[in-house]
């Protein structure tokens, strides 16, 4: 069973930066394409950044140049760097994984962490 565990959200001021990180339970890490959605308030979660198990990268326009998803095959873990952050960031950021070779594979979630952009 695949675990996923977010850390590093927390309040910010307009501009300024956070490093998410989440960290995958399984020793089978390098199998699997990952990614950051996020949801805000009265929204629908939507996929932020993702990375495939290539090391592949993908960011919604929103994000481009300001984030920055990257992997570690040997700590089992994916990080979100968000630097100019803005109060539209604001959302709660859920890590995903789902196996990159397997078809119409289980998508897993994490419990989700609370980024919060405000002055």
């Known amino acids: 069973q695949v675990r996923l565990a977010e850390s590093g959200g927390g309040l910010v001021q307009p501009g300024e930066s956070l490093r998410l990180s989440c960290q995958f339970s399984?020793?089978?890490?390098?199998?699997?394409?990952m990614a950051w959605y996020r949801q805000a308030p009265g929204k629908q979660r939507e996929l932020a950044a993702s990375?495939?198990?290539?090391?592949?990268?993908n960011y919604t326009e929103t994000v481009k140049g300001r984030f920055t998803i990257s992997r570690d095959n040997a700590r089992n873990t994916v990080d979100l760097q968000m630097n100019s952050l803005k109060a539209e960031d604001t959302a709660i950021y859920y890590c995903?994984?789902?196996?990159?070779?397997?078809?119409?594979?289980?998508?897993?979630w994490g419990q989700g962490t609370q980024v919060t952009v405000s002055s």
């Open positions: 990375i495939t198990r290539t090391g592949d990268t």
């Open positions: 399984e020793n089978l890490f390098t199998y699997y394409d």
């Open positions: 995903s994984a789902r196996h990159g070779l397997v078809t119409n594979a289980r998508r897993y």
